[in-house]
């Protein structure tokens, strides 16, 4: 089955410890992209990244890394969170951009205390 | 910049009842416009998508023309059903890769 899949769908942390939300997908998409949901400001773009090794930030980039050393995985970091990063996290990829259909994972929840 | 504005939700409707979201948007270049649709606790999913001015996207009864003189892409639909109970969203990619999304509107549909 054609999917996105992330992990962990779950999460509670504390200010400071650095985690990794993990990002899959199986359609063999060149485009992969991480967005975060916050009530009233919908979906806002914090990185994107056209191939392999090639990233780029998007609206929302500051206090999040991400590495595209595989065309199918595309990690979230987090080095050092802190409260107002608590959000829902949405990973996305299209074929070949942004033009294209994006798949969406289900969501990861973050809530740092 | 590139921005995307959509009316403020959320939207409660009778069933069967005519469906508008108002979406205008700011942009470089010709974009493309897109309605994301998420239900609840579930992801996003493309309702439809138009690429140049005059085209027409539609799918499961929606419809949406993206209108170049007006900037904008609003979302109808003729009769509303309780399953379109969602979230929706109005987005646009414009010149570069980034993606840009509106707030998002809320409908809720009672029977």
């Known amino acids: 089955e054609a999917q996105v899949t992330q992990n962990p769908r779950y999460l509670i942390t504390v200010t400071g410890k650095k985690l990794t939300v993990t990002c899959s997908q199986n359609?063999?998409?060149?485009?992969m992209s991480w967005y975060r949901q916050d009530p009233g400001l919908g979906l806002r773009q914090i990185y994107y990244?056209?191939?392999?090794?090639?990233?780029d930030k998007g609206d929302v980039p500051e206090g999040y890394k991400v590495s595209r050393k595989e065309k199918r995985n595309f990690p979230l970091i987090l080095e050092s969170p802190s409260p107002n990063q608590t959000s829902l996290y949405f990973c996305?990829?299209?074929?070949?951009?942004?033009?294209?259909?994006?798949?969406f994972g289900p969501g990861t929840r973050l809530l740092v205390l | 910049g590139n921005s995307v504005t959509q009316m403020e939700g959320p939207v409660t409707l009778s069933e069967e009842a005519f469906l508008t979201i108002n979406c205008t948007y700011t942009?470089?270049?010709?974009?493309?416009l897109f309605w994301y649709v998420q239900y609840p606790g579930e992801g996003l999913q493309l309702l439809l998508k138009?690429?140049?001015?005059?085209d027409k996207g539609s799918n499961k009864g929606f419809e949406a023309t993206y209108r170049k003189e007006t900037t904008s892409f609003h979302l109808e639909k003729g009769s509303v059903q309780v399953s379109d109970s969602a979230v929706y969203f109005c987005?646009?990619?414009?010149?570069?890769?980034?993606?840009?999304f509106g707030t998002g509107t809320s409908l809720t549909v009672i029977p």
């Open positions: 359609m063999n998409h060149e485009y």
């Open positions: 996305a990829s299209s074929l070949s951009g942004p033009q294209e259909t994006q798949y």
């Open positions: 987005a646009l990619s414009g010149v570069g890769n980034q993606f840009y």
């Open positions: 138009a690429t140049k001015a005059d």
């Open positions: 990244s056209m191939n392999v090794e090639v990233t």
């Open positions: 942009a470089t270049g010709y974009p493309s």
